[in-house]
């Protein structure tokens, strides 16, 4: 054995990455696992909405008004109707439901410790590399947080890449999975829900009219909702992002729909580009667009400005952005704060993806100031 391999620090340093290895490894598998029980509760909730909107349709079955023509019907105390069959599949599902929140809260709990215990293993994994080299970590790059990958993961050069790939791809899978929600929940369970009314539709048309016209409007109303669900989907697949037209038309198409839809809020905007005849890649004009819709939605959800101010320059080497708000600012831990499924997240992700470099900074004085560039590779 080295003399290297027998120095105590060398030890507890081995002994503290691997207690930190292992306590970063549970709390990563107890945050997928509260996220899958969240999908699955999601998924409750929607069927138990829609067996209530079900239930409501089968009212008439308990219903004792009757007159000669109606047809008779087998004794409640014999038959269970249909409405009551409902009422219990719902009552067994909200008890599923009631145990998988307390599930849910249980394993937060645990996630909380987990974290502290990931936060302070790092800390101290920090300080004893810190004597071992005999020197402080670069501060720069405590400055500068792109390089974060979940935010309180012990900040590792060699392993930075693995980690924001795996980030990236959690990222990835999280906007899959809200996009299978959204389908599910406002397409798919809504048309079961319409073929469920359009089979009473049916009854109500010979038996009462008025009841019918009331079906018929919601089912309507739902079609609407189908379409906006849609419309949704399809804004967030990118859809609405023209590629084909030049970089500066889109982004004024952006910031003009920002002005429309918050007129209380003053946006002074500049778009300069150097070359009028620039041919950006596709995947360019998409990602500047959709960090624009990220930072601006970040500002109208959380800032409270009334004035914000955007200047984009736009070149064949390089586009940089420089977006102020006069908000109530942002806090510098903004990452620890926020989700890691946040849009400033994916902001950062982003970034870094496409080699680029991005400051956040903000205070009640100056608002907040977001400043990013990256290069343009073809």
Known sequence: MTNEEMNPLNIIEEANSKTLDYFNKVYVSNLELVQSLKTELFELEVQIETLEKTRDLYTYHVDTRRNVFSPLTMDNNQTMTK?????????????ARERLKNRIAELETDIDFFKGQVQMLSKASKCIHTVLVGSNHDDANDDFSIDDAIEFIEEDDSHGNITHNYNMLMLQDYEHLQYANILDQNVKQELISNLNKLDVLKWLLNSDVARAKVTLNELHSSQKDILNSLDEVLDHLNYNIDTKQPIWDQVKKLIDGYKSMHPECMIIDSCDCTEHNLNLPPVITIRLIRMLKEVFDNIFKHSNANKITSKIFISS????????????????????????????????????QLDGKLQIQGDLISGTNVRFSFPIKK
Do not use: C
Not at 83 to 95: P, R
């Open 83 to 95: 409405g009551k069959q409902i009422a219990l599949q719902i009552k067994d599902l909200e008890d």
């Open 317 to 352: 080497r390089l586009i940089d952005v420089y977006i102020n708000d006069n908000g109530v600012g942002i806090p510098e831990d903004y990452l620890e704060r926020s989700a890691w499924t946040s849009g400033l997240h994916k902001l950062h992700e982003t970034i870094y």
